[in-house]
């Protein structure tokens, strides 16, 4: 399977716990996105990286959220302190933006499901 | 601010109808219009998308028409198939920037 891989699909963890997930985009896409999406809506934007520049981050990512994407490869989403209103799914996308062009197509991995106890 | 707004919210069609589900933007800047559509426990997958110097984009069943001066964009399901039920949004970008995603449309088509 040559698509967008997050993990673990699901965590559970009791409220003031730091949790960490992974995504593995499509090999060649230069760009990173992740986004929170919770029951009724649709995905909010969090974050995004180009390589391994983090270019754009939401208001919604509070201090308590951090990203990265070391070599430009995977990347890391971490909660710190968990809160009960972290209770999402978090899902992770990734294009390919060529030089002097807009963005291409996003494709999403099948997410990570956040409960906080 | 919600700046794409989606309708309805659910939607109930026999196989063989054509759900039409609507969106409405007001950021004049956006200038590409995909929609997903997305099963329980998937990620979202894009079904077709519209850029705004063409009114209608046909790919297979799916239609998208695009009304510039209204703001408004909708999704057409032609002949539609229980298969199709899922959860349908509509979203919006601007140049090199994030996509804006609608509420989302959960779409039922009964056998």
């Known amino acids: 399977d040559t698509g967008v891989s997050q993990d673990p699909r699901h965590k559970i963890t009791k409220r003031g716990q730091n949790v960490t997930f992974r995504c593995d985009p499509i090999s060649e896409h230069n760009r990173l996105y992740w986004y929170r999406q919770t029951l009724g809506q649709g995905p909010e934007f969090l974050t995004y990286?180009?390589?391994?520049?983090?270019?754009?981050k939401s208001r919604l990512l509070s201090d308590r959220f951090s990203a990265e994407r070391p070599k430009g490869s995977f990347s890391t989403l971490e909660i710190q302190r968990t809160e009960q209103g972290d209770s999402a799914m978090y899902l992770c996308?990734?294009?390919?933006?060529?030089?002097?062009?807009?963005?291409?197509?996003?494709?999403f991995g099948a997410g990570t499901r956040l409960s906080v106890l | 601010q919600q700046q794409v707004k989606q309708s309805p919210q659910s939607l109930i069609v026999q196989k063989g109808g054509i759900p039409i589900i609507n969106c409405a933007y007001e950021?004049?800047?956006?200038?590409?219009f995909p929609w997903y559509q997305q099963f329980p426990g998937k990620g979202p997958a894009l079904l077709i998308a519209i850029r705004p110097d063409v009114s209608e984009k046909k790919e297979g069943r799916f239609t998208i028409s695009f009304n510039k001066s209204a703001k408004q964009f909708s999704l057409h399901i032609m002949d539609s198939q229980p298969g199709d039920s899922a959860t349908y949004f509509c979203a919006a970008r601007d140049g090199y920037s994030t996509l804006t995603f609608g509420k989302g449309t959960m779409l039922l088509v009964s056998p």
């Open positions: 990286f180009q390589n391994e520049a983090q270019l754009e």
């Open positions: 950021n004049t800047a956006f200038d590409y």
């Open positions: 996308a990734s294009s390919l933006r060529l030089a002097g062009g807009p963005d291409n197509i996003q494709y």
